[in-house]
Nanobody, 124 residues
Framework: QVQLVESGGGSVQAGGSLRLSCAAYGYAYSMYSMGWFRQAPGKEREGVAAIDGDGSTIYADSVKGRFTISKDNAKNTLYLQMNSLKPEDTGMYYC??????????????????WGQGTQVTVSS
């Protein structure tokens, strides 16, 4: 059974940094596409960044140059380093995994497996 557990959320001031982690259990982690999504109150969930089994990455335009997605296959852990945070980055951040390649799933909201989320709040 696939399980994803996020951590690392919190409250920071604008301009600050946070690193989110997602521990993955129960599947061929290194072969899956994995992504970070976020949902602000009253808004739809949106894709932030994703990484393929071979390390290829994609980012939403709103976070390019500020966020970095990475993974440690030995630890079965996905990361999202978030720098220069803005109030509009506030939301619940979710980790997601899918056996399809990044070319198929990209940042679409139809990944097969999801974590419970971790809250990020950025104050101005």
């Amino acid at each position: 059974q696939v399980q994803l557990v996020e951590s690392g959320g919190g409250s920071v001031q604008a301009g600050g940094s946070l690193r989110l982690s997602c521990a993955a259990y129960g599947y061929a982690y290194s072969m899956y596409s994995m992504g970070w999504f976020r949902q602000a109150p009253g808004k739809e969930r949106e894709g932030v960044a994703a990484i393929d089994g071979d390390g290829s990455t994609i980012y939403a335009d709103s976070v390019k140059g500020r966020f970095t997605i990475s993974k440690d296959n030995a630890k079965n852990t996905l990361y999202l380093q978030m720098n220069s945070l803005k109030p509009e980055d506030t939301g619940m951040y979710y980790c997601a995994a899918d056996p399809r390649t990044l070319g198929w799933v990209a940042l679409r909201d139809d990944y097969n497996y999801w974590g419970q989320g971790t809250q990020v709040t950025v104050s101005s």
